[in-house]
């Protein structure tokens, strides 16, 4: 058991190391459509793994409420949200094409934004790998060994072209390969730590479980209607992104139902 949460734990992070060391191999800037691809599957991952790795979940373990089953899962949604909407409005970071910075005002580096603005899109990827671990240890067993497997894995996939996003572009902005990869290698490191967080807290209270899984859900889908789908849309028409997004939906719902 203690293998198997290390390695749902860890694999996120492969991801997003791995697509930060593509750094190393890639020449050129990430061209526009590139971007937009990679942006729209990371949204379609985390809106099927939103629906079939936390809702569903977190409505089945609330089962015994009946009709009002629903009820701790939309309550640790919108709290999901509104968390992720005061971290956006509070932690300085830059999005990609873009030189407006969000957050409070600060005094650090475009470098430094832009790795702080991948982060915040980590965390609630982090914090949904906890409570899903949460579930697989409790009492009843809420979300089997499987199912957590297809999580982490569905978001070590889509990590992956993240650590890219994050490092070539830092690269092209003057920032050395080595600083670069490690930029993008600490923009997934808040996962593991958000994972084990999250997981001592659900563990803790096993009554918060269905609550934290909503939570966690709001989270997750604040990031993709707030951040991956206007940047996957913005700029000239184009469907890439959409088709991208639906390509990551699929994948995800395909794991989470073949392994879960």
């Known amino acids: 058991m203690r293998i198997e949460m290390l390695r749902e734990l860890l694999l996120p992070l ?6 930060a060391a593509c750094v190393f191999f890639v020449r050129k800037s990430l061209p526009r459509g590139v971007q937009r691809s990679f942006t729209g599957f990371a949204a379609g991952v985390m809106v ?13 373990y609330a089962s015994g ?4 089953s629903f009820l701790p899962a939309a309550v640790g949604f919108a709290v999901g949200m509104l968390f992720l909407m005061m971290l956006d409005r509070l932690i300085p970071h830059l999005h990609m094409n873009t030189d407006e910075p969000e957050g409070r ?20 990827e982090g914090m949904a790998v906890g409570v899903v671990l949460a579930g697989m ?3 009843g067993g809420a979300v089997s060994a499987h199912a957590a497997l297809a999580l982490s894995l569905g978001i070590a996939i889509q990590n992956f072209p993240e650590g890219a996003i994050i490092s070539v572009p830092l690269k092209q902005e003057g920032v050395k390969k080595g600083k670069a990869f490690f930029l993008g290698f600490l923009s997934g490191a808040v996962e593991p730590i958000a ?13 918060a479980l269905p609550y934290v899984l909503g939570f966690a859900a709001g989270a997750m889908l604040y990031v993709v209607v707030e951040e991956l789908i206007p940047e996957m849309s913005e700029g000239e028409h184009s469907h890439i992104g959409t088709v991208a997004f639906s390509v990551g939906f699929l994948v995800m719902m ?3 139902v073949m392994l879960g």
Request: hydrophobic share 55%; proline share 3%.
């Open 105 to 124: 005002k600060s005094n650090l580096k475009k470098s430094s934004m832009m790795a702080l603005a991948v982060a915040l899109h980590n965390l609630p």
């Open 65 to 68: 409420m009946e009709n009002f």
């Open 14 to 19: 492969l991801g997003t190391t791995l697509g």
């Open 137 to 139: 240890i409790g009492e």
């Open 195 to 207: 994972a084990l967080i999250t997981l001592l807290i659900a563990g803790a209270v096993a009554s």
């Open 254 to 256: 395909a794991l989470d």
């Open 48 to 60: 099927a793994a939103s629906v079939w790795s936390l809702l569903i979940p977190s409505m089945e």
